[in-house]
């Protein structure tokens, strides 16, 4: 079993960027290296939705529209984290933020969809004030 953790969240105000690490640990985090990792955020009153992720080499990175050339995906996987720099944050990026991963390959659209992630963070919260 894999747990991720989520951190980083807070109160800013827009045009601000915050950083949000997840690390991975558990039995299982010798091949963290392998998993697909992603950022989801489920805003207030709204479903979940995809925000991005990250390929198990760290090369191949998928944004949502809505956030894409703000934010950046990145992973250190000799520290079993991945990270979602945020960048001139607005106030429709308040959010809980949660951290998925999976030793599924993924590829195309699967990547987008949270139902393929079967670990999950407890989510953390980004709240940006106009």
């Known amino acids: 079993q894999v747990q991720l953790v989520e951190s980083g969240g807070g109160l800013v105000q827009a045009g601000d960027s915050l950083r949000l690490s997840c690390t991975a640990s558990?039995?299982?985090?010798?091949?963290?290296?392998?998993?697909?990792m992603a950022w989801f955020r489920q805003p207030p009153g709204k479903e979940r939705e995809f925000v991005s992720a990250?390929?198990?080499?760290?090369?191949?990175?998928t944004y949502a529209d809505s956030v894409k050339g703000r934010f950046t995906i990145s992973r250190d996987n000799g520290m079993n984290t991945v990270y979602l720099q945020m960048n001139g944050l607005k106030p429709e990026d308040t959010a809980v933020y949660y951290c998925?991963?999976?030793?599924?390959?993924?590829?195309?659209?699967?990547?987008?969809?949270?139902?393929?992630?079967?670990?999950w963070g407890q989510g953390t919260q980004v709240t940006v004030s106009s």
């Open positions: 990250i390929n198990w080499s760290g090369d191949k990175p």
């Open positions: 558990g039995r299982t985090t010798s091949t963290f290296s392998t998993y697909a």
């Open positions: 998925a991963g999976t030793g599924v390959f993924l590829y195309g659209d699967m990547v987008m969809d949270s139902r393929e992630y079967n670990y």
